[in-house]
């Protein structure tokens, strides 16, 4: 399976800095669960970091993090091998949930904050800054265990991004999230890259993924087969054309250089098979009915998805 790789778009922020995954390769006896994995995560950009069940993403995300050790391969921040105090000053949602059930949302949080170097009081006020902000500020004494599951995320994604973390690596963040709270956790993750923070995550929603990230990672049975700029790779990857006539369009199929993909009605999808058939085709309908549209057509990201990981 080839794979397509795009220039990173060079960020208008300086001084910001870049994650980087360098040949990742992790064994389970004889399973490469991911082979040869690379990728970058630059300042300032959220990338989405998509694939299906198995594809390795949960198993790369927890060797940035030094969580699972590595079989072969480096993780670089800021140019240089990551070192665990670079680690201690990321933020991570894993995707199995960290929180004490019987413990209550507020006190958890302040002792999440403080074991990450915060003294009480300012990850006292980091914690109810957030949980007002999700809406959470009345179940602050709450014990885990009784807030909902999409609540109990919302304490998760607070416990990673309380103390305004250097990179942000979070599996699944907005599994479980109503349509306001994913509103509410998309405008927290662009405050963060608006100050150069790397924002990686993982999700099976790509209409999600597809409105909020600046790049996209796509990994199938372990291997990158897709990493680039999101814009350039939907761009990239547009090979089809749409024709609509005030007509029937049956026709389209005998015209030489043109392979046709769908016909409904007076409306074509059409690939270009020879140089210049498109412009020919053209022509040709402006001859016979009225042209009502003509361009090229970008595939959404679900379709870049199905069509690479086939």
Not at 208 to 215: F, G, I, K, P, S
Not at 289 to 307: H, T
Request: glycine share 10%; charged share 25%; hydrophobic share 40%.
């Amino acid at each position: 399976m080839s794979v397509t790789t795009l220039p990173t778009s060079t960020s208008s922020r300086t001084g910001t800095a870049r994650l980087e995954l360098h040949s990742l390769t992790r064994r389970f006896g004889d399973i490469t669960a991911v082979d040869d994995v690379s990728f970058s995560v630059p300042g300032g950009q959220m990338t989405g970091f998509v694939g299906g069940n198995g594809a390795g993403k949960t198993t790369t995300m927890r060797m940035v993090m030094g969580v699972l050790g590595i079989t072969s391969g480096e993780v670089h921040w800021d140019g240089r091998p990551i070192t665990h105090d670079d680690r201690r000053r990321f933020g991570y949602m894993p995707e199995e949930r960290g929180l004490y059930p019987k413990q209550g949302v507020l006190d958890q949080l302040v002792y999440l904050g403080e074991l990450g170097g915060m003294s009480a009081q300012a990850a006292r006020e980091a914690v109810m800054e957030h949980l007002e902000r999700f809406g959470l500020a009345d179940r602050a004494k709450d014990r885990v265990e009784k807030l909902s599951l999409g609540n109990q995320q919302r304490v998760q994604i607070i416990a990673a991004v309380m103390r305004e973390p250097a990179a942000l690596i979070l599996d699944e963040p907005f599994s479980g999230l109503d349509p306001v709270a994913v509103d509410a956790m998309a405008d927290l993750l662009r405050e963060h890259t608006a100050r150069g923070v790397p924002v990686l995550f993982s999700s099976h929603q790509l209409d999600l993924v597809e409105r909020l990230c600046d790049r996209l990672v796509i990994l199938s049975r372990g291997r990158v087969v897709v990493e680039g700029a999101t814009g350039d790779l939907r761009e990239r990857e547009s090979g089809r054309y749409r024709l609509t006539i005030s007509d029937d369009a049956g026709w389209v199929r005998d015209v030489p250089g043109i392979h046709v993909v769908d016909v409904d009605g007076g409306s074509v999808l059409f690939e270009v098979e020879a140089a210049g058939a498109e412009q020919a085709l053209l022509q040709r309908a402006s001859s016979r009915a009225a042209v009502l549209e003509f361009g090229l057509v970008r595939p959404s990201l679900s379709e870049i998805y199905r069509e690479v990981t086939q």
